[in-house]
């Protein structure tokens, strides 16, 4: 779990890269949900919240210019 105070801290490249490992997480989760292989189940709104924070951050960005 990501707070968004660190994420604050961080550049727009580094948030993106985070962003896209995320996503990729977020897939691979999906597909184990559905093969049955999924053994943490909190993960997947875990990811989802992260993603969720990160995209807030860029867009508060993206307003303060």
Do not use: C, P, W, Y
């Amino acid at each position: 779990m990501t707070a968004a105070k660190d994420l604050r801290e961080k550049s727009a490249e580094q948030l993106a890269e985070e962003l896209i490992g995320l996503k990729k997480e977020q897939f691979n989760l999906r597909f184990q949900k559905a093969t049955g292989q999924l053994q943490n189940t909190a993960r997947q709104g875990q990811v989802k919240k992260d993603i969720a924070r990160i995209k807030t951050v860029l867009h508060e960005r993206k307003q303060a210019v």
